[in-house]
């Protein structure tokens, strides 16, 4: 298997990307591309040892912002190294893709460059989110601002219970569909017609959730607006940085404090670990005909590696060949039971 | 000024809405009226001495119940106490109400009896929530869930600068729009409406923001449709809930940690006040001809207490008067605008 990085992705790249690489290559038994201009990756490559870890350097001329316009990204920047990325995958010289850049540009680029897969109308991006006992996936997180239809969230559904099962090696997700209230009555005019599509699909849907089931272990899998998601997402990035900043203020101001903190330091640095992102590498887009799994912007080394293999889990589990399956099964499904309903 | 108080609304109702109304009224100057059935309230203020307080019962036969459907209590509760606080304020009795009860009940029955300020088409649920400086304001949290058009949240952004100012105390707020990028392009086709009316308010309009910018103190005031909003305060509530619980745990594992907490404790109390929604009394109902301030179903005393003096100022600072002459005004001159755009 052959894993391109994107080495000039993310708010420390190219160093961690190529030390994330490089672990993964001496973990892992897959091949990494590392992508990006030759001349720098060759500067930071010089800086390991490197024996028999399969690492080849790609060549590209370019690199995207991490502010940059998506748009202006896929127009402007067609040998940039996220571009260069999706092209190994569209050639068949790399079966996945991993980038902690610019999120936007990402999936602007994988899809232009891709595609979507067979009977997909909106791929879409999947946060997974640490929760009470595990994590939760939560998706769409940015793809479709705004736009979503009842049946693309019956997608999101679809999609995501196969990556619960197919990469996080759930049995059977409880999937959940994001409304203000459990109540079959509570939600907007799209999550109530959403509901009876839901309902009907070959999965375990436990029906209307509220934002904090996100976060208690009450569901697998959460679907909802890219809109919705996009805000929770960046809500919980900001609430995290928000509370550490607050606590380390308050611990600061005292010794006995200071001291507390160190006796307990195995304790919270466990805890840190647990609710870590890093864990759960990456957030995948779900439904182009390619896997590309993205990295928060500030991933480690760690984070990077992780990144990397699940994107080896996403080819090696065929979650692409299974979403397509089951989007074609569900699709006759529902066509069926609606025309019965209709005949009744 | 008299404020009542609907005695069985929350999760601890009455015990702690009557303690926290004794509370209020030993340390402020204005009257209570504890809302509820006459029997149980008297026999839970036989527990207290009560000298000088102005406090008076009101019967109330029925109370809604914390998971009972809306509609079903405005309609099969018309004796609740939330009905009758309602009323106590139509009728003139009482300048303002705070109920702990089902929230959802509590803007139905409110809205109902109360109706709306003249120019105001949607009424919102406004939530005050800890940023890493004070508090933001974030509207609707869920009083309008998928409905709302782009003048919806100029209404809003109108009303949330008012009670920011008045009631908060700011001096310009920042108001923002919450969208999935600062960008001028980036949002659902509601947001990007929404934008440049937001931009001709007379209000200090910073742009787009981010769901981080509801914490990290970016913005004073944020603006979103009800179901976005609900879904990231109940996304809040249950992060914090995992968060303690996953902190516990880790800590209970090992002696040194629990020592290191003793020793720390002082500063993790400075630091869950700080972020305890307790300090800002309760989520305003912005729009209705009242006051309504509701608070969380898990209030304290305390917090109880600090809902009934946000009452009061709510109702001293006549944030209703300001909202309706703000509406107006503000109607009358994006009317004129619009035209010159138009003759242009």
Request: hydrophobic letters at 45%; charged letters at 25%; aromatic letters at 4%.
């Amino acid at each position: 298997m052959r894993i391109a990085v994107d080495a000039m992705g993310g708010d420390n790249a190219p160093g961690v990307v190529v030390e994330g690489s490089i672990l993964a290559a001496r973990e892992y038994p897959f091949e990494i591309l590392l992508v990006g201009p030759q001349a720098i990756l060759e500067g930071y490559l010089k800086n390991y040892n490197i024996g028999k870890e399969k690492i080849s350097l790609i060549n590209a001329t370019q690199y995207v912002l991490m502010d940059e316009i998506p748009a202006d990204a896929v127009r402007k920047k067609r040998d940039s190294s996220m571009h260069v990325c999706a092209r190994l995958i569209k050639s068949g010289r790399a079966d996945a893709m991993v980038t902690a850049g610019n999120t936007a540009a990402a999936l602007a680029i994988s899809r232009s460059i891709l595609g979507k897969l067979k009977g997909v109308s909106r791929p879409a991006l999947a946060s997974i989110i640490p929760n009470m006992n595990d994590a939760t996936i939560l998706l769409d997180v940015g793809a479709n601002a705004g736009s979503c239809m009842p049946e693309h969230l019956l997608e999101f559904a679809l999609m995501g219970d196969i990556y619960s099962r197919e990469v996080l090696g759930k049995d059977k997700p409880r999937i959940g569909l994001l409304s203000v209230g459990e109540e079959r009555t509570k939600g907007s005019s799209i999550t109530k017609e959403a509901l009876p599509l839901l309902e009907k699909a070959p999965i375990n849907f436990i029906g209307n959730v509220e934002g904090k089931e996100i976060v208690n272990g009450g569901a697998d899998v959460v679907v909802c607006d890219g809109f919705v998601g996009n805000a929770i997402l960046k809500f919980a990035e900001g609430a995290s940085v928000m509370f550490f900043h607050v606590i380390k203020t308050e611990i600061n101001r005292s010794l006995s404090a200071k001291i507390g903190m160190l006796l307990a330091k195995k304790a919270l640095k466990a805890f840190t670990k647990k609710l870590d992102y890093e864990n759960y590498g990456g957030a995948p887009i779900l439904g182009i005909n390619g896997a590309c799994i993205i990295g928060h912007g500030k991933s480690s080394a760690n984070a990077i590696k992780s990144a990397i293999r699940v994107a080896s889990e996403f080819v090696s589990r065929d979650v692409n060949k299974s979403i397509e399956k089951s989007l074609l099964e569900m699709k006759q499904k529902i066509d069926i039971q609606l025309l019965s309903n209709e005949e009744e």
